[in-house]
Each structure stands twice: as C-alpha cells, then as structure tokens.
C-alpha cells in the first residue's frame, strides 16, 4: 500500500506548469491514497505564540496552545502517514515560495519529525521516498543561482528523508519546449516499485 502526500507551492491555481507535472507524476505512481496539501490557499506562520505553544510540554499545553500547533500538527500527520512525498514548486526569486518555506517551519519539529542527541540531530521520518519538481522561468538547477535544490535535500534529510530525487524543468523563459519535454521524460521513468 502506497500513501502519497502532494505539496502544491504554484501560487498559481491555473496555467502551472508545475501542478501539470505533479498531475503526470502522481498518475504514474499509482497511489492507493492520496493527501493532496495546496498551499496556494495558504497557510499560517510561525509566531510568538505557536512557538510557546510548540516549546510547552505536550501535556501541559493549554486548549489555546493546542489549537495554535493544529495546523502544523496536521502537516506533521500528512508527512508521517506518507510514504512518498511530492512537492512541486516553482523557483520565485531564487528560492521557493513563502508558503513552500511556511510548511518547512511547520513540519521541522523537534520530537515530531526530528530529535537532538549528544552527536546532534536525527531525522525521525525514515524509509520514505521524495520527488522534487522544480521549475524556474530562467534559474537552471545545479547552477550556481540555484538555492534550491541544496536546501530542500539539506531539510528533507534533517527530517530523516534521505532518497530524493529532483524532476528538473527549469529554465523554462530560455527553452519552454526543452524543459518541459526534459521533465516529462524523467517523470516518465519513475514507477511505484
């Protein structure tokens, strides 16, 4: 049985050339269910009460604080159920949309996807499976513009996710055609093993 969490970052709701992807994708996984997380609807932020809320004891966490942490605490389900996580996202001025780095905040938490030991920390979401599409109107990945690709592995592996791969379809405003047809191709080549 396959679960398959999609993150949606395209503020755009039509015309997305990453959702499109994500569509393809997600058709060639074959889930047996699937959590779909849009984050063009948006999402909350950490403030200076979520994290009182988030550094309160568990148990002593009042109904308020409680409340505080239930969207993070249902993105931190979603991800925990999930055996393979999707995110689609496109580059916005050399990094990810403000949501995309909202739901990152909200799902790194310590005790929850992952803990400090004395030789540091350690991811808690092990044996699960990442793919990463990426696109960008003029940012190739794996230039040196591109601040994506490192930090998304960097916290996917802080929350135990280590098998990762990237679907590249940027620089589409250089060569649209290419990117797209480079993208599909990789989606194309995965299957749910």
């Given at each position: ?103 990152v905040d909200l799902v790194a938490r310590a005790r929850e996807t992952f803990r400090y030991t ?27 513009y591109d601040f994506v690709t490192a930090w998304l592995t960097h916290i996917l592996s802080f ?34 093993t």
């Amino acid at each position: 049985m396959t679960n398959v969490l999609r993150v949606d970052a395209s503020m755009r709701t039509e015309g997305s050339i990453s959702r499109s992807l994500a569509d393809k994708l997600i058709t060639q996984l074959n889930a047996d269910t699937l959590t779909h997380r849009d984050l063009a609807n948006g999402t909350s932020i950490i403030d200076q009460e979520w994290i009182n809320a988030n550094f309160t004891d568990p148990a002593d966490r009042t109904e308020q604080q409680k409340q505080t942490l239930l969207t993070s605490d249902d993105y931190v389900n979603e991800l925990k159920a999930a055996d393979v996580l999707v995110i689609a996202t496109p580059i916005y001025n050399f990094h990810v949309p403000a949501a995309l780095k909202a739901w990152v905040d909200l799902v790194a938490r310590a005790r929850e996807t992952f803990r400090y030991t004395e030789t540091g920390p350690v991811g808690l979401l092990k044996n699960k499976k990442a793919y990463i599409i990426v696109t960008s109107g003029g940012t190739a990945l794996q230039s040196e513009y591109d601040f994506v690709t490192a930090w998304l592995t960097h916290i996917l592996s802080f929350i135990g996710i280590d098998d990762v791969t990237y679907v590249d379809a940027s620089a589409l405003m250089m060569n649209e055609d290419e990117a797209i047809s480079r993208a599909t191709s990789a989606i194309n080549q995965i299957s749910n093993t």
